[in-house]
């Protein structure tokens, strides 16, 4: 799978923003996917993952409550809702692919195909 992300920008803390990640190359809707983030000097770490058909989803403590991972397998989208964002949310984003058969994982090593990144920047 090709992924490429973008949605990213500047915001206000308090603000919202919305990723996308396109997906191209593979059936989408038979992967996992997931959402990780890396902010400058600390490693790359879990956001939110999805299931195949969307029906199962899966959130870090950090962001459990303000964003909303979904996907579109009719477009071959993922998406990202945030919402009340912090400048600890900071950070460039990532979407993954996870092509084993199996549970969502928060473990980055448990991903195959990653894009490209997106910046997400949270301003005080």
């Known amino acids: 799978v090709q992924l490429q992300a973008s949605g990213g920008g500047l915001v206000q803390t308090g603000g919202s923003l919305r990723l996308s990640c396109a997906a191209s190359?593979?059936?989408?809707?038979?992967?996992?996917m997931g959402w990780f983030r890396q902010a400058p000097g600390k490693e790359r770490e879990f956001v939110a993952g999805?299931?195949?058909?969307?029906?199962?989803?899966y959130y870090a403590d950090s962001v459990k409550g303000r964003f909303t991972i979904s996907r579109d397998n009719a477009k071959n989208t993922l998406y990202l809702q945030m919402s009340s964002l912090n400048p600890e949310d900071t950070a460039v984003y990532y979407c993954?692919?996870?092509?084993?058969?199996?549970?969502?994982?928060?473990?980055?090593?448990?991903?195959?195909?990653w894009g490209q990144g997106t910046q997400v920047t949270v301003s005080s």
């Open positions: 999805i299931s195949g058909s969307g029906s199962t989803t």
């Open positions: 190359g593979r059936t989408f809707s038979s992967y996992i």
């Open positions: 993954a692919t996870r092509l084993a058969y199996g549970s969502i994982s928060r473990h980055v090593s448990s991903y195959d195909e």
